[in-house]
């Protein structure tokens, strides 16, 4: 069965650090999310990507988030420098298409990584 | 600011008894709702999405479907254990092209054996 894969599952990381998040969707999908989710919250969308251009980025923090698709397949976010704020899970997903057959709007979630800030 | 409005819980219910969640979103346009279930620790997994007002039934689940009153339902029949886990209320924004879900905060559902 096609799965989002993503690495790492777990970080650990000091505040002021670098991290980086990777992202392979499930072939064939042109729309990606990154989601961020604080423990005891929901989701909320990062980044949304259509094929290699950004269709929202309004809820990144752009002074320290930055999230590319070069080729419109997978994708990384980055987060320089961390900070305690950040630790939580970071969830990518991907769908299909509008139209596509098959469409229902469902997002299809990879395992997710889970972020801890020193 | 589209919203979703879910009520945190935790919800506890016995074993073999129906759990109702509730959700409710501030988007009138929004056309597609959907109930994902979330275990401790893991991402979130679909259980069932419903686009018409009425009731949907998949096996011990049925979602119900209000768009006038803005208002989304999930009951699970015959409570299990193994259903214990966060239940996320997603709903798909309007407007055009692949709008993002909006996800609310979760109910933590709690089945007591």
């Known amino acids: 069965e096609a799965e989002v894969a993503q690495s790492p599952r777990y970080k650990i990381t000091e505040k002021s650090q670098a991290v980086a998040f990777w992202c392979d969707p499930i072939?064939?999908?042109?729309?990606l999310y990154w989601y961020r989710q604080i423990l005891g919250q929901g989701p909320e969308l990062l980044v949304q990507?259509?094929?290699?251009?950004?269709?929202?980025d309004s809820q990144l923090p752009k002074d320290r988030f930055s999230a590319e698709r070069l080729k419109g397949v997978d994708s990384t976010l980055k987060i320089q420098p961390a900070e305690l704020g950040d630790s939580a899970m970071y969830l990518c997903?991907?769908?299909?298409?509008?139209?596509?057959?098959?469409?229902?709007?469902?997002?299809?979630f990879g395992e997710g990584s889970r972020l801890t800030v020193l | 600011q589209k919203e979703v409005e879910q009520n945190s819980g935790p919800l506890s219910v016995p074993e073999g008894a129906i759990a109702s969640l509730n959700c409710t979103y501030s988007?009138?346009?929004?056309?597609?709702f959907f109930w994902y279930r979330q275990y401790s620790g893991k991402s979130p997994e679909l259980i069932m999405f419903?686009?018409?007002?009425g009731d949907k039934e998949d096996g011990r689940f049925t979602a119900q479907l209000n768009k006038a009153s803005q208002y989304v339902s999930l009951l699970i029949r015959d409570s299990q254990p193994s259903d214990s886990a966060t239940y996320l209320c997603?709903?798909?924004?309007?407007?055009?092209?692949?709008?993002?879900?909006?996800f609310g905060k979760g109910t933590r559902l709690s089945v007591i054996a």
């Open positions: 990507f259509q094929d290699e251009s950004v269709v929202d």
């Open positions: 072939s064939g999908h042109a729309t």
């Open positions: 997603a709903v798909k924004g309007s407007g055009s092209g692949n709008t993002p879900l909006v």
């Open positions: 988007d009138r346009g929004s056309q597609s």
């Open positions: 419903i686009y018409s007002n």
């Open positions: 997903a991907s769908s299909l298409e509008p139209g596509e057959a098959g469409f229902t709007g469902e997002l299809f």
